[in-house]
T-cell receptor, first 110, second 115 residues
């Protein structure tokens, strides 16, 4: 039931772009994205509620493909502050259960 | 004011001991959670309470017992601690309705080390 994220880890140079994918085996009602910096708690970034919806948060945006039960997080022109572990979280159409994905470690180097 | 606060921040203890972690939220949320994050960084849900009532109890040993005296508090008591219990435990809360439904607000975490 836990959504699967890919890649597991990625290393970028400042200014480069990255895409993180989140895939669920269940039909989804919503997808969340969170970032956890080293030694800190996860922090909410954005929520996507409708199929095909896209949202943005500074240079970080996301899309939600309801039919494919997938979401992608796009990080453009990455900054050092983007380093951390990114988690998607999903809520299925049936039931109220919320699950975090397997996580993607993102490291931005100068 | 801290929205979700949990204590203690660090807990170092011997195998076989019993310990508790406390969590309080001042956001007015109806739902509270306990998560375990191991060394591989997986965030595994352990328990979820809605307005003091247990709604999710994932496959967790019965040595772990949550207690919710009111909807603003969710404590976690662990009996007979084992080496494998070493992890970071996060408390979180979320609203149950509206367009921010299920958005998780986390406490700072409790790093438990069992020796």
């Amino acid at each position: 039931q836990q959504p699967v994220q890919s890649p597991q880890a990625v290393i970028l140079r400042e200014g480069e772009d990255a895409v993180i994918n989140c895939s669920s085996s269940k039909a989804l009602y919503s997808v969340h994205w969170y970032r956890q910096k080293h030694g800190e708690a996860p922090v909410f970034l954005m929520i996507l509620l409708k199929g095909g919806e896209q949202k943005g948060h500074e240079k970080i945006s996301a899309s939600f493909n309801e039919k494919k039960q997938q979401s992608s997080l796009y990080l453009t022109a990455s900054q050092l502050s983007y380093s951390g572990t990114y988690f998607c979280g999903t809520e299925a159409n049936t039931g109220n259960q919320f699950y975090f994905g397997t996580g993607t470690s993102l490291t931005v180097i100068p | 004011d801290t929205a979700v606060s949990q204590t203690p921040k660090y807990l170092v203890t011997q195998m076989g001991n019993d310990k508790s972690i406390k969590c309080e939220q001042n956001l007015g949320h109806d739902t509270m959670y306990w998560y375990k994050q191991d060394s591989k960084k997986f965030l595994k849900i352990m328990f979820s309470y809605n307005n003091k009532e247990l709604i999710i109890n994932e496959t967790v040993p019965n040595r772990f017992s949550p207690k919710s005296p009111d909807k603003a508090h969710l404590n976690l008591h662990i009996n007979s601690l084992e080496l494998g219990d070493s992890a970071v435990y996060f408390c979180a809360s979320s609203p149950i309705a509206g367009n921010r439904k299920n958005i998780q607000y986390f406490g700072a975490g409790t790093r438990l080390s069992v020796l």
